[in-house]
């Protein structure tokens, strides 16, 4: 039984829908990432859950209950804003106690919950200050304070990092999962960085223009994406093509790249293109030929500290690898030398562009 | 030496324009401390005497407190009332938007005499009597324009997730509008209603329209006493007005900074 | 099952239905008290009393009953009234070129401090907006004025000048008054220059003079144009100055306004002159804002 829950949800703009049919289950305690590239409408499915925004079709549910057609103020949700929205002429007290307040909860424990809302995002010491004396990572602390303190069922944040120094964001993001994780709270976490959203996810959504492409845990969607912008919008990939000799039982094929033969699994018909996507990661090299393999000449080589990057031109393309300096040392390799070249096809992302 | 000149020519200008603007403050308050029966500067002996004189003359006094509940109702009403067309000005969208920021506007570019004597003739067919009220509507007419541009002015840079950080914390829309929205643009909101007061308490032009003889606020008094009378009673009685309205203006310089509210009328 | 589905759906609608109306009707009742003043208060008498402007005089109760255009044919055709309008017209344009010529040094000087300094220079050019000093010119230009006893005193002239309720005054006491909006004006265009600019031309070795003539002056004029624009058009139309600094012997179009109705209790031709003074008052700004047009596009297309 899911916790929070979006049935079939559309949000249409000036005519257009920018929320198409969307439905998601998400489980008590679970961590999401809403992932996409702007506007493929994770920040206005957010407002339709915070209630900021109408649906104008289906339902959203929280444990059970349609919670679509109540206004915001009676939704229970904490929420973190990209630029804090902290209450400029409250101290840091008292922005954190003011869902309390609302709540008439007693002054006492106001300001013991307070406190420890303080003190579990690191700011205990604060109180009396005003969020413009405040950095910037300490006012997103003071602002998920403010959200968990009243104890929402959900969470959700939106873009929370995005206006932080790369350091700062990284600290930042660890200290949300670790918070989250203790709390245990139903979480939803926008983003655009898919570094981020891969580092801290249960889940991921991602999304795209109004669709969520595939949902999955960050290694499934990382390893076997499932739609072909899921392949190119997370990580990096090469982009290649291979023909189809012979079709054998259990989907499996033998394929022609590069004039190198290879069985690869993947549903075919015969004499046919077929298109697959590979992660500069997953491509191998050596300097000795072997059965599995084709040549290559190095056209560049970049140093990137752990791993070195080298751009291979094989006929007329060029594939991306990226290989460890451990398995590899980039001294023994010069540009314009020639590499041999090759991958476990097990690690072929099949594409469905010739579909 | 002769790259200096320019420079020193251009600061005496600047002072003789200076002295031109605070010359006419510095003569009245100090004329009103002569001891002479007739007005003169530099004034002949010191003396508060016309001050204590005031007191003999209730009806400075009665128009004075007039003045000062015109000029509060005023600024109440014009700031409550323009605070809330601000609002719906900046953001909602709405039939005749265009229309009405014109008429509200519109104040400004209508010579205030012919807004006076529409104003009377209109009182006179409805049957409204001089009165602080009728004062209070005409001013309001007035000063709303004011107040508008100073609340909207706040409320264009506001942003709008502060109020909603608000409403996800179980604040109702009267809640984050008392609580949230209101205390942020306070500073234009104070900026306006003080704008209000004195444009209200300083008008003579419609004033002198709608008052009657028992109904005569402080600027129609000194206007129509100086029209029979010459003499010192006017410079204490201008003098108290001036004191008052600069300790308001130190008012807006301490609590908002003249900058602030400077940059937002502009 | 699907009956289930439509009530649901319905119940959305009808929830996003009601939502809208109230949010019409919020943005209403907002709008509502000062509109409703507005219209009561402001619109309707100015209506009235244009209709009033086309009916004839009534010497028993001042409005009559019948229509013409008389008023308006009156003032037109009349040398007197028509010196009138000239008055005042030439007050204004005084005032301008006055204001002008007094607000830039200040503006520029006030542009260029900072801190508190800044902040009361502005409380100071701002103070004629705010305290209405109108007496005290009476006291400094009558006969027996500051003015006057100080030149006596100096030994410069035998007998005193007249200098209150003449053009002069009127035009001392506008200047005075108007200043703080011109300075503004000047200021908000100085303001937007970017420092580099000025600095530029003087590393160019460019004189100061040159600098102010070549950089700052063209730059400047937007505000300059639109200060004389507001000047002019709240000079046209001002009342208190003229009728305190000049009374009956400058008139001007507003105090005739105000003579006809208050004095001769001619409603319909002081309903007429106020119009026609509101008419020269809105030409000003509709020709400024025709101009501004013009030369924005022009410059857009530089």
């Known amino acids: 039984m899911s916790y929070l829950s979006l049935e079939n949800v559309v949000k249409t703009f000036n005519k257009t829908e920018v929320v198409k049919k969307l439905s998601l289950d998400i489980q008590k305690g679970e961590l999401v990432s809403f992932l996409g590239p702007s506007g493929c409408g994770k920040t206005t499915t957010l407002n339709m859950i915070a209630g900021f925004l109408e649906v104008d079709g289906g339902k959203i549910e929280v444990d059970g209950k349609p919670v679509h057609l109540l206004p915001p103020y009676k939704r229970e949700m904490g929420m973190v804003f990209q630029n804090y929205a902290l209450f400029p002429h409250m101290t840091v007290f008292d922005n954190v106690a003011y869902g309390l307040k609302l709540r008439k909860v007693p002054k006492t424990e ?111 969607i990382y390893n076997h994406p499932k739609t072909d912008f899921v392949s190119q919008f997370i990580g990096e990939v090469n982009h290649i093509q291979g023909k189809v000799l012979e079709t054998y039982e259990n989907k499996k094929c033998k394929m022609h790249f590069f004039g190198n033969e290879q069985i690869v699994s993947v549903p075919s018909v015969k004499n046919s293109e077929v298109h697959f996507f590979i992660r500069p990661e997953k491509i191998q090299i050596a300097l000795a030929e072997s059965d599995e393999s084709f040549q290559t000449r190095v056209e560049r080589k970049m140093f990137l500290g752990a791993k070195t990057r080298y751009i291979l031109k094989v006929q007329d393309r060029h594939l991306i690898a ?27 992302l099949p594409s469905r562009m010739a579909r | ?40 500067f530099p004034p002949e002996g010191l003396t508060l005497r016309w001050y204590t004189e005031l007191i003999e003359h209730p009806e400075f006094m009665q128009s004075f407190t007039l003045s000062i509940i015109v000029a509060l109702g005023t600024a109440i009403i014009a700031t409550a009332i323009g605070t809330l067309a601000s609002l719906a000005f900046v953001r909602r969208q709405f039939k005749g938007k265009t229309a009405i920021v014109q008429l509200v506007g519109s104040p400004l570019l209508i010579p205030s005499v012919v807004f006076g004597v529409a104003l009377l003739q209109f009182y006179s067919w409805i049957g409204l009597a001089a009165s602080p009220l009728a004062l209070i509507l005409g001013h309001i007419i007035l000063t709303v324009p004011f107040v508008m541009r100073l609340v909207v002015a706040s409320l264009v840079g506001f942003d709008r997730s502060i ?78 007005m001036i004191l008052f309205t600069v300790v308001l203006m130190l008012i807006i310089e301490r609590v908002l900074g003249v900058g602030k509210v400077f940059s937002s009328k502009n | 099952m699907q009956a289930g589905i439509g009530t649901e759906h319905d119940l959305l609608l009808q929830q996003k239905k009601k939502n809208m109306n109230k949010k019409r009707l919020d943005t209403w009742l907002l709008l509502l008290p000062t509109l409703g003043i507005f219209i009561f208060f402001f619109l309707l008498p100015l209506f009235f009393l244009f209709m009033t402007s086309f009916k004839n005089f009534d010497a028993s109760t001042g409005v009559g009953n019948e229509w013409t255009l008389q008023n308006y044919i009156k003032f037109m055709s009349d040398p007197f009234y028509l010196g009138v309008v000239w008055r005042t017209v030439k007050i204004a344009l005084l005032t301008t070129l006055i204001t002008i010529i007094i ?200």
């Open chain 1, 322 to 348: 990226d290989i460890s300096n451990t398995v590899i040392n980039p001294t023994e390799i010069k540009e314009g030398n020639s590499v041999y070249t090759y991958w476990n096809p097990e690690d072929l």
């Open chain 1, 110 to 220: 106001i300001s013991k919950r307070v406190l420890e809302a303080l003190e579990m995002v690191r700011l205990d010491g604060y109180e009396k200050r005003y969020p413009k004396e405040l950095s910037g990572g300490q006012q997103q602390r003071v602002s998920l304070a403010r959200a968990l303190v009243i104890k929402p069922k959900v969470l959700l944040l939106d873009e929370p990092l995005s206006n932080l120094d790369a350091k700062l964001r990284q600290e930042m993001r660890e200290e949300i999962v670790e918070i989250q994780k203790q709390v245990g709270i139903t979480t939803i976490f926008v983003t655009h960085d898919q570094e981020e959203a891969l580092a801290i996810s249960d889940r991921i959504a991602v999304m795209y223009e109004g669709r969520i492409e595939q949902v999955d845990d960050p290694a499934s």
């Open chain 2, 1 to 40: 030496m002769s790259r200096k000149l320019p420079k020193y020519f251009f600061n005496f200008v600047c002072l003789l324009v200076y002295i031109f603007l605070l010359a006419p403050i510095v003569v009245v308050l100090l004329s009103s401390l002569t001891t002479t029966e007739y007005i003169v």
């Open chain 3, 103 to 302: 607000s830039y040094p200040v503006a520029f000087q006030i542009s260029r401090s900072k801190g508190r300094a800044r902040n009361y220079l502005t409380l100071l050019v701002l103070s004629p907006l705010l305290i209405s000093m109108v007496i005290s010119w009476v006291i400094l230009l009558s006969n027996n004025g500051v003015v006057n006893t100080t030149l006596l005193k100096m030994g410069w002239i035998d007998q005193p000048l007249t200098l209150l309720y003449t053009e002069l005054s009127v035009v001392i006491g506008m200047v005075h008054v108007l200043f703080p909006y011109m300075v503004l004006s000047i200021m908000g265009s100085l303001e937007k220059i970017d420092p580099s600019v000025i600095r530029a031309s003087q590393n160019l070795g460019a004189s100061s003079f040159r600098t102010f003539f070549s950089i700052l002056l063209p730059l400047t004029l937007p505000g300059v144009f639109a200060g004389s624009v507001m000047v002019f058009s709240l000079s046209v139309s001002s009342f208190v100055t003229p009728a305190i600094l000049g009374g009956p012997q400058v008139k001007v179009m507003s105090y005739l306004t105000y003579e006809q109705v208050a004095v001769m209790l001619n409603w319909p031709y002081g309903g007429a002159i106020g119009f026609l003074l509101i008419l020269i008052a809105t030409i000003t700004i509709i020709a400024y804002s025709k101009i501004l047009a013009r030369s924005e596009k022009g410059v857009a297309i530089q």
């Open chain 2, 163 to 240: 109020e909603q950080a608000a409403l996800n914390l179980g604040a109702g829309p009267m809640k984050v509008f008392f609580q949230i929205t209101l205390p942020i643009i306070k500073s234009g909101v104070i900026a306006g209603a003080i704008f209000a007061f004195i444009t209200s308490f300083d008008d003579l032009t419609v004033a002198l329209f709608i008052v009657s003889t028992d109904v005569v606020t402080l600027p129609v008094r000194i206007y129509t006493y100086m029209q029979y009378q010459y003499d010192p009673i006017i410079t204490s009685v201008s003098s108290i």
